[in-house]
């Protein structure tokens, strides 16, 4: 159970009533108001239990407050995911040799869902990670060392990776 309240007579400090917290308190000397935030001490035992939100001092201010009941959520957490995401190259086709600027491209799926795929040749990102499908990329190979085999892309969901790699010469 929490409450909040604001005192318009004075920027006073409030005192709580017995088993109550104070979680946050403004005096506001400026325009002489008082904000705060309240709760329980304790968790309350069960929904629907009647409980005491008060303050017993200033007791001559006039004063609002709101209280509300925070219930726990009923739905069970979501089993854990176990299954890595699949990830595919698509082009080039394997033991392809190539030059120029090539297209890169990738399949992947997970049953949890793809976030992006970031395609990397060395180690290094080739363009930004790819949201959604096609998995596409374009690659100038004038930049690797030729007749190196060379070949990386990362498939991403929910924090996880799966990485797979499959070389092609150029």
Sequence with gaps: ???????????????????????????????????????????????????AIDDTAPANHQWNLAAVEVLPGSQSPPPPDGAAPQVAVTDPKAATTISGIVALGATASDNVGVTRVQFKVDGQAVGAPVTTPPFQASWDTRTASAGIAHGHRRGLRRGRQTRARRPASW
């Design 1 to 51: 159970m929490f409450g909040t309240g604001n005192d318009y007579d004075g920027a006073t400090a409030r005192t709580l009533g017995s088993g109550q917290a104070m979680r946050h308190q403004w005096l506001d000397t400026g325009s002489g108001d008082t904000f705060w935030a309240q709760s329980q001490a304790s968790p309350t035992p069960a929904a629907g239990t009647v409980v």
